[in-house]
């Protein structure tokens, strides 16, 4: 470990945790401790490599030293060798953990599965950095409230942002879980509004927001159909200068064949970049529509990805270690994130 590096532990190694070790290890003032995995699967074998790998508890050493997978120790030992904890333990287990954690007087962040009520603030770089300074227990919102909250904050900074209305057209699990559906239909929320809409609410200050979630069966990317009431109105060119001029969005053409998430993500692996992530917010140009003070627009969220550079930014702003600007500026050039490169 390099001195001045923040060593950060990370609880849940699934399909964020992976994403968040792997972003911490790429910058220059923190460093991954380890990670727990609860089975000496092949992704603990294969995490093996880069991190010292711990387990929930001391009983579970043995199947992985069985499993010839060398254990450093269990969450406790986690702790005591780390500064912060990344938890990204499956919905709903990080308001169990926070227990552990405040009794071991342990800052964490937690993930949108978790609730707002069980942390300080909730967290979004563009929409309210400042908020998490200092804070010892954080959440990162979920990945579509991240989308939400980082396309909508700079155009209610141009020019204020009444009413959001948003339909978000969800994917129904990730690409490495064959567990879940639907593999055959269409499953709406039911509610008016879904749950997003109270949660966008936690790291923007708009009062008016009505969300609607769809499930449908792909494992790609999310769909969000947004409609903006605007203070003042703003022509789309002024708009979409706005959202080019942040390197978490990327203002794509559907014109040269990006007319779907399928050719969005395989833009997205055409990229060197690690797991083939797309960590911007891409918005369809053409989709981008203004009439008086009504702004529409079609914007997609690659998942499993768009949180981690907000998890990143969140451990600064909580350690006090950058400023916002300087903060979302270092983890954008470690981790290559620039929209325009699209
Ligand atoms: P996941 O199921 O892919 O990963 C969770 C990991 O935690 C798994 O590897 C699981 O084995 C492990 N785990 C289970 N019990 C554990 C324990 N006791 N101790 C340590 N690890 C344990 O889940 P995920 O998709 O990474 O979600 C994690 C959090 O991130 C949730 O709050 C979720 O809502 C949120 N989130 C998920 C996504 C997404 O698209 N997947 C996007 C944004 C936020």
Same mark, same amino acid.
């Given at each position: ?50 991190? *010292? =790998?711990?387990?929930? $508890? +001391?009983?579970?050493?043995? !199947?992985?030293?069985?499993? @010839?997978?060398?254990? &450093? ?23 169990? *953990? =926070?227990?552990?954690? $405040? +009794?071991?007087?342990?800052? !964490?962040?937690?993930?949108? @599965?978790?609730?707002? &009520? ?24 979920s990945c579509n409230t991240t989308a939400l909250a980082r396309t909508i904050?700079?155009i ?8 959001v209305n948003a339909t978000l057209i969800r994917r ?17 929320s039911?509610?008016?509004p879904s749950?997003h809409a109270?949660d966008l ?8 927001v009505e969300t609607v979630a769809i499930k449908v069966?792909t494992?790609l990317m999310h769909v969000h159909v947004i409609e903006l ?14 959202w ?5 969005i ?11 998430t399928?050719?969005v ?16 917010i891409p918005i369809w140009?053409?989709s981008v ?6 702004l529409r627009y079609i914007q997609a969220v690659h998942q499993?990805?768009d ?36």
């Amino acid at each position: 470990m390099i001195k001045g590096m923040l060593r950060v532990g990370i609880n849940g190694y699934g399909t964020i945790g992976r994403r968040v070790a792997h972003a911490v290890s790429l910058q220059d003032d923190m460093t991954v401790s380890g990670i727990v995995k609860t089975k000496p699967d092949y992704v603990a074998r294969l995490a093996s490599k880069y991190y *010292n =790998i711990y387990v929930p $508890k +001391e009983s579970d050493v043995k !199947a992985f030293e069985d499993a @010839g997978i060398k254990v &450093k120790g269990d969450l406790s030992k986690l702790i005591e060798d780390s500064e912060l904890i990344v938890d990204s333990t499956p919905e709903g287990m990080g308001e169990k *953990n =926070i227990v552990t954690y $405040k +009794e071991r007087k342990i800052p !964490a962040v937690f993930q949108g @599965g978790e609730e707002h &009520k069980i942390v300080e603030a909730s967290f979004n770089s563009y929409s309210n950095f400042d908020q998490a300074i200092g804070k010892k227990y954080v959440r990162v919102v979920s990945c579509n409230t991240t989308a939400l909250a980082r396309t909508i904050t700079p155009i209610h900074e141009m020019v204020g942002v009444r009413r959001v209305n948003a339909t978000l057209i969800r994917r129904a699990t990730d690409q490495n879980d064959s567990s879940k559906g639907p593999i055959n239909a269409v499953e709406p929320s039911l509610k008016f509004p879904s749950h997003h809409a109270p949660d966008l609410k936690t790291v923007l200050p708009i009062k008016e927001v009505e969300t609607v979630a769809i499930k449908v069966p792909t494992t790609l990317m999310h769909v969000h159909v947004i409609e903006l009431n605007l203070e003042k109105e703003a022509k789309a060119n002024q708009i979409i200068d706005a959202w080019k001029s942040k390197r978490r969005i990327a203002v794509i053409s559907g014109k040269d064949g990006r007319s779907s998430t399928a050719q969005v993500m395989d833009m997205a692996r055409e990229v060197d970049r690690d797991r083939s992530d797309l960590y911007e917010i891409p918005i369809w140009k053409e989709s981008v529509f203004v009439s008086g003070n009504t702004l529409r627009y079609i914007q997609a969220v690659h998942q499993e990805s768009d949180v981690v550079p907000e998890n990143i930014d969140a451990i600064r702003s909580m350690m006090q270690i950058l400023p916002k600007e300087e903060s979302i500026e270092k983890t954008d050039r470690y981790m290559e994130i620039n929209g325009s490169a699209f």
